[in-house]
């Protein structure tokens, strides 16, 4: 195709009086010389009129995509092929005597044109990457995964080219040796080639994705994803220090991914409160007559009083504790922290949210607290917690009860110092 387009030039200049093939070195360096002007020229005017205006228009557009391919320069190195095309067309024909400078000449600018068509492409795919990002694309698939492995491809592809435009050889023909060198390639290339297709299972099944908190006690990683490549997934952890995860090693290994309590706005709050059952007991008729002003029991006893009421109307020997039904400060207190947690404004009321009995054990009775916050930043989360549980301890002795704690120095100490009783 070249060579014919190079036929019709040269014939197009014979026919306006122009030797296109001169024997002499002076016509030669003349043609030359017109040969880069035109060129230089072509540029210019490619670049200061239609790169230009084309910028112009993007400036002005309200999509925000377009600025980026432009702070890319991706028309800019577009613009690079036009005298990069002229002088490949244009020098051989007129070095048709100079044989060897001439296919010299041909074979490196060619060469350089498919250098220049694969560094737009570079440029146009980082300008789809950061559009990825600006869109959160890159949130739901790894883009540069993609990106690198269009470069990659693009390399390859560019290598053979050029060794073939070189050559004198058909692509194919150096293609067709690849298969030979496939076992050196599977080696060489086992991480890329391995993260190429934990990539896809990634982005498939939607794994993981940049922004996501991950925790992958394996390699130390507990933070947020700030990129997932081809080879590796670099993670920010929370004390700003970076790991990087080869990317089969999410396919391959176990790893705990956050997103669904960002997306669903709820984090879990489970902690217990270990109470001393020796502070356990029935309620007392005054205990019961001061819990009764608490106003977020209120609504409790009337109800649970009329429900004891009936069930013990059939129970003799009523006096006695043991026989029939009676409040206990530790179900009282369950039934304040019910209803404190539901008037929460800070928990969310339409997940699960439980005060629940643990089995005792010897640090006590468990009392546990399963609730959601419904703001899932850390610094935040944990204020809410701690303000929570502030108030569970404080609020115990209004019950009668105590948190259980294990003997401290000061504790055996003051056993020690107590006057013996004879």
């Known amino acids: 195709m070249d060579n014919e387009l190079r036929a019709n030039i040269s014939q197009w200049l014979l026919d306006v009086g122009v030797n296109s093939q001169p024997s002499?070195?002076?016509?030669?360096?003349?043609?030359?010389?017109?040969?880069?002007?035109?060129?230089?020229?072509?540029?210019?005017?490619?670049?200061?009129?239609?790169?230009?205006?084309?910028?112009?228009?993007?400036?002005?557009?309200?999509?925000?995509?377009?600025?980026?391919?432009?702070?890319?320069?991706?028309?800019?190195?577009?613009?690079?092929?036009?005298p990069a095309i002229i002088v490949d067309l244009l020098v051989p024909i007129v070095l048709t005597h100079q044989e060897f400078l001439g296919v010299v000449l041909d074979r490196g600018l060619s060469v350089?044109?498919?250098l220049f068509v694969i560094r737009a492409c570079y440029a146009g795919l980082d300008a789809a990457n950061e559009i990825a990002d600006v869109q959160l694309i890159s949130r739901r698939l790894p883009v540069k995964s993609f990106v690198q492995l269009f470069k990659l491809f693009l390399f390859f592809i560019g290598a053979i080219i050029s060794v073939s435009v070189l050559a004198d050889q058909s692509p194919i023909y150096f293609l067709s040796g690849l298969g030979v060198a496939t076992g050196l390639v599977m080696?060489?290339?086992?991480?890329?080639?391995?993260?190429?297709?934990?990539?896809?299972?990634?982005a498939a099944n939607r794994m993981v994705s940049k922004g996501d908190w991950i925790q992958m006690d394996k390699y130390g990683a507990d933070g947020a994803v700030d990129e997932v490549s081809l080879n590796t997934v670099k993670v920010r952890n929370w004390d700003n220090t970076i790991t990087m995860i080869p990317a089969y090693a999410l396919v391959s290994d176990a790893f705990k991914n956050w997103r669904g309590m960002s997306e669903k706005g709820g984090r879990r709050i489970k902690r217990s409160i270990n109470i001393d059952?020796?502070?356990?007991?029935?309620?007392?008729?005054?205990?019961?007559?001061?819990?009764?002003?608490?106003?977020?029991?209120?609504?409790?006893?009337?109800k649970i009083i009329s429900e004891i009421t009936h069930s013990n109307e059939q129970v003799s020997d009523f006096d006695m504790p043991v026989n029939g039904r009676r409040m206990t400060n530790?179900?009282?207190?369950?039934?304040?922290?019910?209803a404190y947690l539901k008037n929460n404004n800070k928990l969310h009321t339409d997940m699960t949210l439980m005060v629940r009995q643990l089995a005792p054990t010897t640090q006590g009775l468990p009392i546990e607290?399963?609730?959601?916050?419904?703001?899932?930043?850390?610094?935040?989360?944990?204020?809410?917690?701690?303000?929570?549980?502030?108030?569970?301890f404080a609020i115990l002795p209004e019950f009668g009860l105590k948190a259980f704690q294990n003997p401290?120095?000061?504790?055996?100490?003051?056993?020690?110092?107590?006057?013996?009783?004879?």
Do not use: C
């Open 277 to 302: 059952v020796n502070s356990i007991h029935f309620l007392s008729d005054e205990e019961v007559t001061r819990l009764s002003k608490v106003n977020y029991l209120k609504d409790y006893f009337p």
């Open 24 to 82: 002499d070195g002076v016509a030669t360096s003349i043609l030359l010389f017109a040969s880069l002007v035109i060129a230089t020229i072509a540029y210019y005017i490619t670049k200061k009129v239609f790169v230009k205006a084309v910028n112009a228009v993007i400036r002005k557009s309200t999509v925000t995509w377009d600025d980026i391919f432009m702070r890319y320069g991706v028309l800019e190195k577009l613009a690079l092929l036009v």
């Open 187 to 202: 080696l060489v290339f086992r991480d890329t080639i391995l993260g190429f297709v934990a990539g896809i299972q990634l």
């Open 112 to 114: 350089m044109v498919v």
């Open 369 to 392: 607290l399963y609730v959601f916050t419904n703001d899932t930043r850390w610094a935040f989360y944990e204020g809410i917690q701690a303000d929570i549980f502030d108030h569970v």
């Open 330 to 338: 530790i179900g009282t207190f369950r039934a304040y922290l019910d």
């Open 408 to 422: 401290t120095g000061n504790d055996i100490r003051s056993i020690k110092s107590e006057p013996e009783v004879h």
